[in-house]
């Protein structure tokens, strides 16, 4: 087992710090109610990821392109995503969540498309969906690593800010005069971060560190933002790592999977925890 | 007292093209409260967003900067994601303070309040903590849309007197949208109005 860890050191450091960098996108995330709109943009990246794939295969090219294409495409296919359904939201459409659906809809089926245009990308479809973190190469896990970290930062630096600004969003919509330059930030880091996310550990460890701990925290605890995004921030990477010691040890069980059964449980138990020993109000 | 705000001969018109208002002049002072009033529909929030956003700049002169210019929209949703407490609404201004948040929200918050929820605490509370954390902001321009909805009579008179003690403490001047029916109100308490309905486009 220890043998086991010691291989896949790396790849548990840049998967914990990417669930925590995600976990704290997603506070925000949810706080602006962007959530349908954060799960388009993420159909969006794993379309350009597919496409990526594809070229490199039908142009056979290797090396660094192996890396860099599925990226690049990635981020543009989710910037085109996120631009189009900001104009939903920016025209003040009725109902945006149904246009979502539809925006969504659209993407998978041009992803299932793509797959069958470059026949061999049906098993990397399966993996960028369903994702598996035990996979990731070295040069992928130090990309996810530091992207993780620079969230983190980001996130920490500007925490109050991006707070603030989440929560005039969401009390005043469209009305809300937002600081620009914050905004185009905030922006920023969400699309880098689906884009590698997605193309790396997978659209469903992706949805998931970025929606559960701040959803479980929101539905149970009472004590604030402290309490908010400290639940978050443990959560998160903390399934992470014993998701994945587990399913090493059980070569049997998937990692995404088991991390985030691990996140539901754990997170239940923290809730009961912290419920117990009154500690909602610090 | 400074201008704060000049404005000449404004007209606007609905996103439509259709013409709203028209030939509107009026100035902000410093230390000065202003209100806006007229009925449902005349254009009072398109004109504090064209205030803002100072989209008709030939029309409009303001002297202070945007950064110094604070803005309360009306709510669009009550309920927050995160289950805030009133302190954390109010600590995202830097210079909130605990122990002085009575005198600096001029009356209008007590101590005891702020480990209320956000979630769950009553318009008029939510209100009020909206527009305290403006205050704590110490903006030389308050602009405030309907800063009286969801207000009973006692916390609206709180609301008008904070805002008086606070324009001639900081000389901030405070343009507010507000109600026909408030017109006793801001009457009470020596508040110039401008009747949009003058300037509503025939």
């Not at chain 1, 943009?41 to 599925?70: D, F, K, R, S, T």
């Not at chain 1, 983190?152 to 919509?173: H, N, T």
């Not at chain 1, 449980?265 to 020993?277: A, C, E, S, T």
């Not at chain 2, 902001?137 to 006692?154: A, G």
Request: include cysteine.
């Amino acid at each position: 087992m220890i043998e086991l860890i010691q291989l896949y050191k790396w790849s548990i450091l840049a998967s914990t710090l990417l669930s925590m960098g995600l976990a704290l996108l997603g506070i925000h995330l949810a706080s602006r109610d962007r959530a349908m709109q954060t799960i388009c943009v993420g159909q969006g990246a794993m379309l350009g990821v597919l496409l990526g794939i594809g070229v490199l295969q039908y142009l056979e090219l290797h090396g660094i392109l192996e890396q860099i294409l599925p990226l690049t495409t990635a981020l543009l296919t989710s910037i085109a995503t996120f631009a189009l359904s900001q104009s939903y939201l920016n025209r003040g459409l009725a109902s945006a969540n149904s246009h979502f659906g539809s925006l969504f809809a659209i993407l998978l089926a041009l992803a299932y498309l793509c797959s069958t245009l470059f026949p061999a990308l049906e098993s990397h479809m399966a993996q960028r969906y369903f994702g598996d973190v035990a996979t990731i190469s070295d040069a992928e896990s130090m990309m996810i690593g530091v992207l993780g970290l620079g969230s983190i930062v980001c996130m920490s630096f500007f925490y109050k800010r991006f707070a603030e600004q989440s929560f005039d969003q969401a009390l005043y919509g469209g009305l809300s005069l937002p600081d620009r330059s914050l905004l185009r930030l905030f922006e920023l880091t969400v699309l880098l971060c689906l884009s590698l996310s997605v193309q790396t550990v997978g659209y469903l460890f992706t949805l998931a560190c970025l929606f559960i701990p701040t959803t479980l925290s929101a539905r149970h605890l009472k004590g604030g933002m402290k309490l908010h995004t400290i639940f978050c921030v443990i959560l998160a990477p903390l399934a992470t790592l014993l998701g994945f010691i587990l399913s090493l040890g059980l070569s049997r069980l998937p990692t995404v999977p088991t991390i985030i059964t691990i996140m539901v449980v754990v997170g239940w138990i923290l809730v009961q925890i912290l419920k117990h020993r009154r500690l909602e109000g610090g | 007292m400074s201008v704060v705000l000049e404005v000449a001969d404004l007209t606007i018109n609905t996103p439509g093209g259709s013409p709203l208002l028209s030939h509107l002049s009026f100035s902000l002072r410093s230390g000065q409260i202003l209100a806006i009033t007229g009925p449902n529909g005349i254009g009072k929030t398109t004109l504090l967003q064209a205030l803002l956003l100072d989209t008709h700049s030939s029309h409009m002169i303001w002297n202070t900067p945007p950064h110094e210019r604070a803005y309360l929209p009306q709510l669009h949703n009550q309920y927050f994601h995160i289950n805030l407490t009133l302190k954390d609404v109010l600590s995202f201004a830097d210079s909130f303070n605990f122990q002085r948040i009575e005198e600096e929200s001029f009356g209008l918050i007590s101590r005891t309040m702020l480990e209320r929820a956000w979630n769950t605490a009553s318009g008029g509370e939510r209100q009020k903590t909206l527009i305290t954390r403006l205050l704590l902001k110490r903006s030389k321009v308050l602009i405030l849309d309907e800063p009286m909805n969801h207000l009973d009579k006692s916390s609206q008179k709180k609301v008008i007197e904070a805002l008086h003690r606070f324009a001639a403490q900081e000389r901030c001047a405070v343009l507010m949208v507000t109600h026909e029916q408030h017109a006793n109100l801001l009457a009470n308490h020596k508040i110039e109005s401008i009747d949009l309905e003058q300037w509503a486009s025939k």
